[in-house]
C-alpha cells in the first residue's frame, strides 16, 4: 500500500487530466436508444385501430390495449386481465398507488393518510422509492439487503406491527447490488404474516429481463404465491419499457389481483380518461411477442456489458488488495454497488466530485439518505462511453485508496 | 300542443325505428382525428435531439421541452417559462395537484387533508371535476353559472369562508353552456379577497381554441390579473391538445406562477423522471407555431360546425314552441346545454335510452350528480355523424315533448 503522500501526488494527477464524467443515474446510453429507433416512425399513419377495432387515437381505454398487456403478460409472467397499463414511467404508478392508498385506502383497509404509517426499505436500495415515503411522511424502517433478498427475520418481526403498510422491493437484479430473491424468499415473502391486512408488496419488477449474463435469473411468481398464501392483494407489481424501449416514452405497467386491478381502474378512472393507445400500438408493432422482447434485450446487453466488465477488471486490478472494498458482480440490471471501509463513502464522493468524477451522493442508497455505516456507492456504467468508464473507475479507485489512507 | 296519446304514439314510432346513437361524451369524431394523422409518422426516426440539443428519447426534463412550450405559451398567452407539460391528459394534472395540495400543501398553506375543506363548483359543470372533489372528499359548493361566468356575489359570499379552498373554472366555451367568462369576470375571480390564503382557481382552459364561429372568443389574462392583484399564485391554468390533435395521445399543459411552478415540478420530481419528450417533439413538429394551431383548428370547425348547426336548427324546429325548453347557442367547444322544464331532465334521458339515443345522465353537470331542478341535459354532437346528429335530435324532441306532457 502506497504511503499517504504518494496517494496525494496520484489524486492531484488525476485533478489535472481535467475530467468531467459522470456515474450517477441508470440511463441508457445513446446507442442502446438507438436499437428502438424504429418507434419513431411508428405505427405509421396507416395504423388506426387496435385489434379489437378501437380507435388508438381517440379517448378511452384504461386498462391498456389487449394486445400490448398480452405481449407483456407473456414476457412478466402476469396474465394479461391481471396488468394495466400506465404512460412513461412505472415510478409514477408506484406513486399514485402510494397516494391513492393514501387518500382512499386499499382493498381491505382505510386511507392511510392520518395513521401514523411505516414502510420496510430493504438497503442500499432505490432512491427514488424512499422519496416518496419521505415525501408523504411515511417512516421508513431499513432491512438489511442479504444475496437473497431482504432480511426474512428482520421482516417478520416489523410486520407484527400494524402501522407496517408497505416494503419496497426491487425482487430482480436489484438496484444497486444486483441481487435476486431466492424462491425462498419470496415465497415467504407472499405468505409471511403480517398485523396490517392492507400490507403491501410495492415490487418494482425494474429489470425483469435485463440480463448480463447467460445465466438469465428467474424469479418466483409473488403474485401466484401470495394468491395461493391467502394474501392476493398483498403484491403490486411494477414494471416498465424505459430501459427496453425509449427511457422517457415507454410504457408502464402494473400487475395484480383481479381486486388490486379494479381498486387501480377506479383510481386512474378519475385521474384520466385513458392511456396513450397510440404509444401502446406503437410499442405492440416494435416488439410484437415476448421473443422479439428477449432479442432485444440481447443487442442492450451487447453494449452495456462490457462496460460492466471494464468495471470489474479495473477495480479488481485496483482495489483487489485493498482492505474492506467490496463490490457485486451483477447478473442483470444496471448497477455494480461499492463498500468501501466504514466512514469513507462519503469523503470518496467527495474527492470524485473535485477530480471531475460525479458519483451518486453517498447514502442515497438508504432511506432518509443516509447510511449509518457511510460504507455504500452506487455506480451506474451504462450511459458513459467505454473510454469514459474507464477514466472514471481508474478515477475513482485512487479516490478509494486515497480516502482509506486518510482514515488509517 | 299534441295530446299526450299522439305523444306516446309518436314515441312507439321512434322506438320502433331502433335507433342506437350516442351524444353522452365529447370526444372528436374520426374525421378530426384524421387530420391529426401525420402524428402517427413522427418525428421521424432522424429526429433524435430536441433545440437545446436534448436527447428526446431518454430520461429527464421534468418541465417539457423548450420550443413545445414556446409554442403553446404563444397560443395560451402564458410565458413558455410559466409553463410545464404533463402527458396524455390535463384532468390528470388538475387531479395531481389537487392531490399534492391535499398531501403536502400549497405555496402558502398547509396540507388539506385532515381539514374539512370544500370546492366551489359553478353548474352546469363538468362531471370529471365533481368527480376528483367526491373521490377526495371535498365539499362541493354549487354556484349558479350566468352568461357572464359564476354568479360573483356567491362566490363573494362563499370566500368569506376560509375553509373555500378551491373553485373549478371552464372559462371559455365553457362545458357544457358554451358561455365565456366576461373580463370583469376574470378580473374579480382574481382578485376578490378570500379567507383562505391559499384559495385556488382551477382554470380549466379546455377549450382556448375551439371556435364555432368567426367570433372568436378572447378571454381576460387571469395569471396577470391575479399577480397585479398580489394574488399570483391563485389561478392553476390547464390545457390540453386532446381536442386539437388526438385525443388519446395529445399533450397537456399547466400555467402558473413561478412559484406554482417550482412548487408542481417538485410533486412532479417524486412521481416521474420526465414527460414523453418523443411525443413533445412530435407536437412541436406538426404544429410549429401559433398560426399552425389556428389553422388546424379551423378544420376542425369545417367539420363539427355542421353538427352543430344541426342540432340547433332541429331543437328551433322541433322544440321552438315547447314552453320552458330552452338550450343554448355556443360559439365555441364542445357542447349544447339543453333545458328541459323542472323535473323532466330524468324523464328524457330515460325515454331517450329507451328509444335508442344514449344522453349524458341527467344530473351529471351538477355536483354529486344531483341536478336539483332536475332540467339540465349535455348533448354532445361532435363524435357521431351528421346523420346521427340529426337522427339523435329529433328523437331527443320526441322525448321531451313527451316527458314535458307527461308532467304537465
Redesign the interface.
Known sequence: MKDLTALRDEYQQLQATGLKLDLT?G??A?AQ?DL??????L???A??KAADGT???????LQGLAELRAIWGDVLGIPAGQLVTG???S??LM??CV?AA???GTTDGPAW??QSIKFLCPAPGYD?HF??CE??GIEMITVPLTDDGPDLDEVRRHLADPQVKGMWCVPKYSNPTGISYSAETVAELAAMPAAAPDFRLFWDNAYAVHHLTDDEVEIADVLKLAANAGNPDRPFVFAST?KIT????GISFFGGSAANVKWLLGHLG??????????ELRHARFLPDADAVRAHMRRHREIIQPKFDAVLSILDEELGDEKGVTWTRPAGGYFISLDVPDGCARRVVELAAEAGVKLTPAGATFPYGDDPADRNIRLAPTFPTLDDVEAATRGLAVCVRLAVSERA
Request: hydrophobic share 35%; aromatic share 4%.
Open positions: 443515474r440511463k441508457p445513446p436508444l428502438s429507433n424504429a418507434l419513431l416512425d405505427p405509421g399513419s395504423e388506426l380507435d388508438i387515437r381517440n379517448y378511452g381505454g404512460g412513461n414511467s415510478l409514477a406513486h399514485d397516494v393514501l387518500l382512499t393518510a392520518g427514488r422519496a416518496i415525501r408523504f424505459s425509449l427511457a422517457g416514452s378519475k385521474r384520466t380518461i385513458g392511456p396513450d393507445k397510440v404509444n
